[in-house]
């Protein structure tokens, strides 16, 4: 048989067609972001604080971050946030067609993340408080999946803490990928990725946890709405469950323009660079 007509197993499984490859490269990496990251969470929340807490949160969404970003950015860029296509999409930095297809595939992946957590911490979160599986108070379990508000924080505050922190976040993310400004490393990007969300979790993250993307906060508060929490989730803190829908696509918006108009734009031109760029390079 002729070389080229016998084809291996993993030949037959390969994909052709480049939007394929990248929504299961962003399924993937928003996939392991909710196990990981919000499995963090659950060591913290079920253990009671003796096998972890802020600290061990805050790390651990950092790398699960990095850790994701890794698995799909070669293939789709490593996204894993609506808020980030959103505003790639808007600053035309990846096409729009592409847009519904990336997100879908993000928010299949954090509900399929927050379904395969569950079963993983299905005994330890089942014997919690006797079985029952409750939204806020001593007992809540709902937080492992999703971020609820504290109780002091007004609508308003949530909505500004949640448009903030995500401006921060794709400026950063930016600035990263700006081949004119001091650009990470080729391999180090999501090393940065992650140590920028653990600055954003560890100085913002007090209000609402610091959500900063719709999947990775509305799919999995509506597996726990499907998986016994009730729609309860929707209803605490004064139904804030749109908040870290909005807010970070809003906010992406903002960063990505004052990144843009503020910074990226006014790069001198090669032929501009004068001494304050031949010193730096000397130093």
Not at 157 to 178: E, G, K, R, W, Y
Not at 183 to 192: A, D, Q, S, T
Request: hydrophobic share 50%; with cysteine.
């Amino acid at each position: 048989m002729n070389r080229k007509e016998k084809k291996t197993f993993k030949d037959k499984l390969i994909l052709k067609n480049t939007l394929a490859k990248e929504m299961i490269a962003e399924f993937v990496g928003t996939f392991m972001l909710i196990v990981l990251g919000c499995g963090s969470v659950a060591q913290t929340v079920l253990s009671r604080g003796a096998a972890g807490g802020v600290v061990t949160i805050n790390v651990g969404f950092s790398l699960a971050v990095s850790m994701a970003v890794y698995v799909a950015g070669g293939i789709s860029g490593g996204h894993i946030n609506p808020a980030v296509s959103f505003t790639m999409c808007l600053y035309g930095r990846m096409k729009w067609f592409k847009l519904p297809f990336y997100v879908g595939a993000q928010f299949l992946g954090a509900f399929l993340g927050a379904a395969a957590l569950f079963g993983i911490y299905h005994d330890a979160i089942m014997s919690f408080a006797e079985g029952k599986l409750i939204v806020t108070g001593e007992n809540a379990t709902a937080q492992i999946f999703a971020t609820y508000p504290a109780k002091y924080l007004t609508v308003a505050n949530d909505f500004a803490d949640q448009v903030m922190s995500t401006s921060f976040l794709l400026m950063v993310i930016f600035a990263i990928f700006d081949e004119k400004n001091w650009r990470v490393p080729k391999g180090l990007e999501p090393i940065v990725v992650g140590l920028l969300i653990l600055l954003l979790t560890c100085s913002m993250g007090m209000n609402s946890g610091c959500a900063m993307n719709p999947a990775r906060d509305l799919s999995p508060r509506l597996f726990t709405a499907l998986a016994g929490w009730g729609f309860e989730v929707f209803r605490a803190g004064s139904y804030f469950w749109w908040i870290p829908v909005v807010g970070p696509l809003l906010g992406g918006a903002i960063g990505g323009f004052i990144y843009i108009y503020g910074i990226e734009i006014h790069h001198s031109k090669p032929e501009q660079i004068g001494e304050k760029n031949e010193l730096s390079v000397i130093m």
